[in-house]
């Protein structure tokens, strides 16, 4: 059986709820919101894997885990994404953060010397990572909702709402999780397969 599965790091409940009550601050934008409970940061998306393959990444995972600190996020910033482009989401921004940069780029690494766990985007952005040297500071940047294309060509550039929201919310990352997305008709559903703790 294929499993779709990424590694991502999960909000606490408090910190989701911050985040979707500011979903409901522009009613007129047509945007597919993210549900609560689905507000993450993905690390690395692996694509679709078997029953067989599952148990490797899950221990490779549990390994780079175990390696690196616990640490904090901060998220600074609401707007729209990507930038110099034509929106396509609501995007959360967090400060560039040398320990999440770090964390990342070791998952990949080390799935890397594994190459059938990555898919082939996540394959082509580490071996463009590869000669990037430690203490690479990253930006994370949290889907808030993603935004429906058609609808919101109709809106005449003026009158779109002006998303550029200066917000201050911190956490702590002790754990990292290992994700299967199911796509359902009402959206993507998904499951904690593993939580995977940082060293204290």
Not at 124 to 145: C, M, Q, W
Request: aromatic share 8%.
């Amino acid at each position: 059986m294929q499993h779709r599965i990424f590694i991502a790091i999960n909000f606490p409940d408090e910190i989701k709820r911050e985040l979707s009550d500011f979903q409901s601050k522009w009613p007129e934008l047509p945007v597919r919101w993210t549900k609560p409970e689905n507000l993450h940061i993905t690390l690395v998306f692996l694509g679709y894997l078997s029953d067989e393959e599952l148990p490797e990444v899950l221990k490779i995972t549990k390994e780079v885990a175990s390696k690196h600190k616990q640490f904090s996020i901060n998220l600074n910033k609401i707007f729209y994404g990507p930038p110099k482009k034509p929106p396509r989401m609501v995007w959360v921004e967090g400060e560039k953060n040398i320990e999440l940069g770090n964390l990342q780029k070791d998952l990949e690494k080390s799935l890397l010397s594994s190459e059938d766990f990555l898919s082939a985007e996540a394959l082509a952005k580490a071996e463009a990572k590869e000669d990037v040297s430690e203490n690479r500071p990253y930006s994370p940047h949290i889907t808030l909702g993603r935004i429906k294309t058609w609808e919101f060509r109709q809106i005449e550039p003026e009158e779109r709402p002006e998303i550029n929201e200066d917000i201050s919310l911190s956490f702590e990352v002790n754990s990292i999780e290992v994700m299967k997305s199911e796509l359902k008709r009402g959206g993507p559903e998904y499951t904690i397969l593993e939580r995977c703790s940082l060293s204290s």
